[in-house]
């Protein structure tokens, strides 16, 4: 198993920046497909990006040129980088992994990821 601690939320200005990282550790040697996700208040958990073992990444369209996922295998640890933030990204940000096949498909499918991280708070006001 794996264990997935995120980290780097908080509050910021329309048009600001946030770096968020989630620290894996346990079952690491493993290959995973790694994901961020986020949750609005009342809605279903929504794939933000996605990168696999590759490093191939695929995004959500409306965050498509601002964020970008990277990952650090020598320190297992997974990032987000988000800039030009609007309020409307404000949610609650979730890393998560999963084993097996990766792609594009599972940004829809959060139930297909065994592994989740306890979520970081992005806020974006005015």
């Known amino acids: 198993q794996v264990q997935l601690v995120e980290s780097g939320g908080g509050s910021v200005q329309p048009g600001g920046s946030l770096r968020l990282a989630c620290a894996a550790s346990g079952d690491t040697d493993r290959s995973y497909c790694m994901a961020w996700f986020r949750h609005f208040p009342g809605k279903e958990r929504e794939g933000v990006t996605i990168i696999d073992g590759r490093s191939s990444t695929t995004y959500r369209n409306s965050v498509k040129g601002r964020f970008a996922i990277s990952k650090d295998n020598a320190n297992n640890t997974l990032y987000l980088q988000m800039n030009s933030l609007k309020p409307e990204d404000t949610a609650m940000y979730y890393c998560?992994?999963?084993?097996?096949?990766?792609?594009?498909?599972?940004?829809?499918?959060?139930?297909?990821?065994?592994?989740w991280g306890q979520g970081t708070q992005v806020t974006v006001f005015a």
């Open positions: 998560a992994a999963r084993v097996g096949a990766c792609g594009v498909g599972y940004l829809n499918f959060p139930s297909e990821f065994g592994y």
